[in-house]
């Protein structure tokens, strides 16, 4: 039986949108959900502009706090090419607004062998 992925794109160029869902269909350890309730994992994919931060935070808060959360490629991570955003601009707020991230995937776009391996891991290593 598969690990399902809930794909939540936070905005950006798509890229890594496509790519995740490209690898996650290749993959026959993984599929793709279209809902949180029937995910064991949430992948963020997108700049997460300070616009959207708060829906984005609720959204994660209300849907998928029991869910492990692995951020996907560079804009997700530093909000880059666009200078803000992504989850490295929510380090430093108080606690009530963190966001547990349990796994990381760097690039533009990202390898698609990491993409698997750290969704595996996060759903392994969830308490």
């Known amino acids: 039986m598969p690990i399902y992925v809930f794909h ?3 905005g950006g160029c798509g890229g ?3 790519e995740l869902q490209a690898t996650v269909a290749a993959a026959p350890e993984l599929a793709l959900t279209q809902t ?3 995910a064991q994992v949430v992948a963020l994919t997108g700049a997460a502009m ?3 931060q708060g829906a984005l935070r609720r959204t994660l808060k209300t849907y998928c706090a029991h869910l492990p959360l692995v ?3 560079r804009c997700a991570l530093h909000g ?3 200078g ?3 989850i490295g ?3 430093g707020e108080d606690q009530e607004q963190q966001i547990m991230v349990n796994g990381r995937v760097d690039g533009c776009p990202p390898v698609p062998k990491v993409i698997v391996d750290v969704l595996l891991r996060a759903v392994q290593e969830r308490p």
């Open 80 to 82: 880059t090419p666009f």
């Open 8 to 10: 939540l794109d936070a």
């Open 89 to 91: 601009q929510w380090a």
């Open 36 to 38: 949180p309730a029937e």
């Open 50 to 52: 300070p616009a959207i």
């Open 84 to 86: 803000q955003g992504g």
């Open 16 to 18: 890594c949108g496509a």
């Open 71 to 73: 951020v996907v490629g």
